[in-house]
């Protein structure tokens, strides 16, 4: 079936597909909107941006407005329930999560979020707003939520409700007991096979839980990361972005045994990026996509990751993803 690549850009969303010759341009819309986000489903794509989220039922050739009930109009990340059809989830900034269950047509607010959001002074260190939430990872029943910087959020109803991860305090935390998890988290990932075992790059190290965030390991210290992937097909397969602060001295690493051990896997790459590192991965089998801080796209197949620049006629790249079409 075909297949088109969407990208949410500093200049509205870009639609491609594949040629020869590589990814080629098909249109752009909403240009003039800063797209922070997108997903892609069954014919239709949610794009969030800092004035909402827009749908487009005609593979990015208009769009329309798609934001009622969306009192917070700056989406930060998105996605879908991977079980569910017209199951949608926003996150925001300041942080808060929305659902939605008719394809983004009205949103509901968790106000539980809202609330744990003022008790526990969720803040930004380049925003006055009130944190934000950056990530969903969603497994049948659970699902989990990175807020930036605050907490981990856990659900046992799918993303209906939301409490804290018992092993995250809730508060600005940057130095964690053992067991807790930093509280600068910029994203989640739960493994395909098991939604006890997650996964989360944070501000202060990667960390992982084996019980569903009830407790917490540093797997990776001494590193500030954002963009973590999990590979489906081989159990313990990891790769990680991490750099030595913000934006500082990025690069891309690997493991084969679940953290326990690191190597390069940045081949490609002009490594250590002085002044950037990996914002996001994207899977779109057979290639691993690198989302970067300064809006650039490399992609890598597996086994060998040799990694090669692509989209750089594009505007500031800021998430990925695809879609099949009929």
């Known amino acids: ?39 892609a489903r069954q014919g239709v794509i949610l794009a969030g941006t800092r004035q909402g989220v827009f749908r487009s039922d005609d593979l990015g050739l208009s769009w329309k407005q798609a934001s009622v009930g969306l009192d917070e109009r700056l989406v930060r990340w998105m996605a879908y329930h991977p079980d569910i059809s017209d199951f949608e989830l926003a996150g925001t900034e300041p942080a808060g999560i929305y659902i939605s269950r008719d394809g983004a047509r009205s949103w509901r607010a968790c106000t539980e979020v809202t609330r744990m ?8 260190p380049y925003s006055p707003r009130a944190g934000c939430v950056r990530g969903f990872a969603i497994s049948g029943s659970r699902a989990y939520a990175a807020v930036e910087d605050g907490a981990v959020l856990a659900s046992d109803d799918g993303g209906e409700g939301w409490i804290l991860a018992d092993g995250s305090r809730g508060r600005p935390d940057h130095h964690p007991a053992s067991g807790f998890i930093h509280s600068d988290v910029h994203s989640i990932a739960v493994h395909p ?16 839980s084996r019980d569903g965030g009830r407790t917490w ?14 590979d489906p097909a081989l159990d313990g397969h990891l790769l990680l972005g ?73 505007p500031q790249v800021n998430a990925v993803t695809s879609i099949t079409t009929g």
């Open 1 to 39: 079936m075909p297949i088109h690549l969407i990208l949410a850009t500093s200049q509205g969303v870009v639609i491609c597909r594949p040629s020869p010759d590589g990814w080629q341009e098909v249109h752009r819309g909403l240009e003039g909107q800063t797209a922070t986000s997108v997903i």
């Open 117 to 124: 959001r003022a008790a526990y002074n969720w803040s930004l």
């Open 193 to 208: 096979n098991s939604p006890e075992r997650v996964y989360a790059p944070t501000g202060g190290g990667f960390y992982t």
């Open 217 to 230: 390991s540093l797997i990776y210290a001494h590193c500030y990361c954002r963009a973590v992937w999990l």
């Open 242 to 314: 991490p750099a030595d602060g913000v934006d500082y001295n990025g690069r891309i690493e690997e493991s084969l045994d679940d953290g326990k051990s690191w190597q390069a896997a940045s081949s490609g790459l002009p490594v250590p990026w002085p002044n950037t590192m990996v914002e996001r991965f994207a899977f779109l089998d057979p290639e691993l996509l690198a989302v970067l801080s300064n809006g650039e796209v490399w992609a890598a197949r597996q086994p060998r990751f040799e990694w090669q620049p692509i989209f750089d006629w594009l």
